[in-house]
């Protein structure tokens, strides 16, 4: 298993959950690490707590639903720390609403984050990382980017692309010394919850599997460790996302089962009451 000791990365979405996790763990293995997100303050924060641990960090305030600020961030990554090894497209937002009701402006806000802001962070990564000749992407997806779950539509749309883009990324790189990753968590106890747009009243909390934004960066740097080309952090969905792909009208049935009868629990006045 490969050292990551002395190598540089990025991180997006680093001011909390699996971003922030993911940037700790980084450190802890000697890596450089760039933290990028919008809210400075705790981006610093962030910075601060791998520089007291002994490591080396950049703080970089970034939105990278525009391209500019995604390659700034590159740019002031290589020019701090010489190189750039690792990019980590974290970054991104949920989103609960039905199909029918989806708000166009909402839809389009949710792309430019969620896919956008990862093809410009592999645009802007790879440009370094071919003159280099090595480097990995790795993109954080989801598992409803296999699977659409009723009230996730746009959401997952969005990290359907994800990993359509990571898939045929993979194959352009082929035979270069470049990886690409998609990770695909499953619900993750951060505030993504709390944070995605939603209609007024709408209940928003995780679904099935929940893990620690810790689990998730741990498997980010083992893939890091020894490249793969994609991690399902719930080894269980395996067989289920398989069955949905044989058998969608069962799956569909399943889905529409577990999901309406959970956001019926989580609408109902008991669970409000409840703070679940």
Partial sequence: MASLAGKVAIVTGASSGIGRATA??????????????????????????????????????????R???????????????????????????????????????????????????????????????RRQ???????????????????????????????GLTEALRGELAGSAIRATAILPSSTRTEFFEAA??????????????????KVARAIVGCLKRPRGEVLLVPLMRPALATAVLFPGLADWVAGRVYLRQHKRMASPASKTAGT
């Fill in 24 to 65: 700790l763990a980084l450190a802890r293995e000697g890596v450089g690490v760039a933290v990028a997100a919008r809210r400075e303050e705790r981006l610093r924060q962030v910075a601060g707590e791998i520089e007291a641990a002994g490591g080396q960090a950049l703080a970089v305030v970034t939105d990278v639903a």
């Fill in 67 to 129: 391209r500019e600020d995604v390659e700034r961030l590159v740019a002031a990554t290589v020019e701090r720390f010489g190189r750039l090894d690792i990019m980590v497209n974290n970054a991104g937002f949920g989103h609960y609403a039905t199909v029918e009701e989806a708000d166009e402006g909402e839809a389009r806000r949710l792309f430019d984050v969620n896919f956008f802001g990862t093809l410009y962070g592999v645009q802007a990564a790879l440009a370094v990382m």
């Fill in 133 to 163: 000749g090595s480097g990995h992407i790795v993109n954080v997806a989801s598992v409803v980017g296999r699977r659409g779950f009723p009230f996730h539509g746009l959401y997952a749309a969005s990290k359907f692309a994800v990993i």
């Fill in 197 to 214: 747009p939603r209609p007024e009243g709408y209940p928003a909390g995780p679904m099935g599997p929940v893990q620690s934004p810790e």
